[in-house]
């Protein structure tokens, strides 16, 4: 998974059956099982790995006399970022596959948590260039976003998520730079290494399938403002006139 959660949070399988029987003595009924693969999980083999744990210790419960009635799958379902990326409907038939391997879990309820998968590609960010400069790093170009104003998932810290950039002077040659925020962080820069048409101060860039974990996590760190949100059509946020407004 692009952004992993099983340090901070879960239990190894070999302490589930010790907590539902601590649970059972304070008079609590356990009722199933959660999981997380952690966010942007486009591993197949990962939810496999996962679901026949599942299926172990779920076994394991019943031999021990807990009826469970419930496996939820946390969430996971990736967004689709890159048009090589794992789409939902893989990720579905994966789980699909793996639980028909065995009935184990028909008679209980499974839930899931689509997560990022159903707003991710609804939203696109226009962050306009406010300044350049030439560094022995390379060409810079700062951005009047960064990754405390919206694309703090841009950057290696969020998960790196591969955002695609798109400008509306494609004419341009092409060159390799590093885009910074306006924030006097040395740690906001969302992109690095992109190559992208010359970039001149005042031009736009959209920043593509910002829909999720972006202006939820953006802050007025160093006083600069958190985007504003607007509401389009698909065809008109696509567009080059979008870039321009």
Same mark, same amino acid.
């Given at each position: 998974?692009?952004?992993?959660?099983?340090?901070?949070?879960?239990?190894?399988?070999?302490?589930?059956?010790?907590?539902?029987?601590?649970?059972?003595?304070?008079?609590?009924?356990?009722?199933?099982?959660?999981?997380?693969?952690?966010?942007?999980?486009?591993?197949?083999?990962?939810?496999?790995?996962?679901?026949?744990?599942?299926?172990?210790?779920?076994?394991?419960?019943?031999?021990?006399?807990?009826?469970? $009635?419930?496996?939820?799958?946390?969430?996971?379902?990736?967004?689709?970022? !890159? @048009?090589?990326?794992?789409?939902?409907?893989? !990720?579905?038939? !994966?789980?699909? &596959?793996?639980?028909?391997?065995?009935?184990?879990?028909?008679?209980? &309820?499974?839930?899931?948590? @689509?997560?990022? =998968?159903?707003?991710?590609?609804?939203? !696109?960010?226009?962050?306009?260039?406010?300044?350049?400069?030439?560094?022995?790093?390379?060409?810079?170009?700062?951005?009047?976003?960064?990754?405390?104003?919206?694309?703090?998932?841009?950057?290696?810290?969020?998960?790196?998520?591969?955002?695609?950039?798109?400008?509306?002077?494609?004419?341009?040659?092409?060159?390799?730079?590093?885009?910074?925020?306006?924030?006097?962080?040395?740690?906001?820069? @969302?992109?690095? $290494?992109?190559?992208?048409?010359?970039?001149?101060?005042?031009?736009?860039?959209?920043?593509?399938?910002?829909?999720?974990?972006? &202006?939820?996590?953006?802050?007025?760190?160093?006083?600069?403002?958190?985007?504003?949100?607007?509401?389009?059509?698909?065809?008109?946020?696509?567009? =080059?006139? &979008?870039?321009?407004?």
């Amino acid at each position: 998974s692009v952004v992993a959660l099983s340090n901070k949070f879960g239990v190894a399988p070999a302490q589930v059956l010790g907590l539902l029987t601590y649970a059972s003595e304070r008079k609590l009924r356990p009722y199933g099982l959660t999981i997380h693969v952690g966010s942007q999980c486009e591993r197949p083999a990962t939810w496999v790995e996962a679901l026949r744990l599942c299926q172990q210790v779920w076994f394991e419960a019943q031999q021990a006399g807990f009826n469970l $009635k419930l496996l939820s799958l946390g969430g996971g379902l990736p967004a689709t970022y !890159t @048009p090589n990326g794992m789409t939902a409907p893989q !990720t579905a038939a !994966t789980i699909c &596959t793996t639980l028909a391997e065995s009935d184990w879990i028909k008679t209980s &309820t499974l839930s899931f948590e @689509p997560g990022r =998968a159903i707003v991710a590609n609804a939203g !696109t960010m226009i962050a306009s260039v406010i300044g350049l400069a030439e560094r022995a790093t390379g060409n810079w170009a700062y951005l009047d976003a960064g990754v405390f104003h919206g694309l703090f998932e841009a950057c290696a810290a969020g998960g790196g998520m591969p955002f695609q950039l798109s400008a509306n002077h494609s004419g341009r040659p092409k060159q390799l730079y590093n885009l910074g925020g306006p924030t006097c962080d040395g740690f906001d820069v @969302p992109f690095e $290494k992109r190559l992208l048409p010359e970039l001149r101060i005042g031009d736009r860039l959209a920043i593509h399938d910002t829909g999720a974990y972006s &202006t939820e996590m953006a802050s007025t760190f160093n006083g600069f403002p958190i985007p504003i949100v607007y509401a389009l059509e698909e065809l008109e946020r696509r567009s =080059a006139k &979008t870039i321009d407004s």
